[in-house]
């Protein structure tokens, strides 16, 4: 849907680690300025702490998702490779 005659204000939030997304955009309230102590730099940071805090939150969720029996098996897979290795050095 386009709205024409309508401006907003956003904020656009470059992802540094672009597995999870490209960039975040956040639409600004359009009192969000006018509030006493809230300054455009504040409203910055509070888009980049969101932003942060939902690849925090998300990727932890993806370990989650790997079942016990998988993490026993590549630690064991691990394990031999290490111990192969070890064995061809000595």
Known sequence: MLVKGVS?????VRSPDIRYFEQAIFFV???????????????LEEACRVADGYIRQNSRKLIHRIP????FAMGAALTAVLWLITVLIL
């Open 8 to 12: 907003k204000r956003v904020i656009v």
């Open 29 to 43: 309230k359009d009192d969000a300025l006018g509030q006493k102590g809230v300054s455009a730099q504040r409203v």
């Open 68 to 71: 016990a029996p998988a993490f």
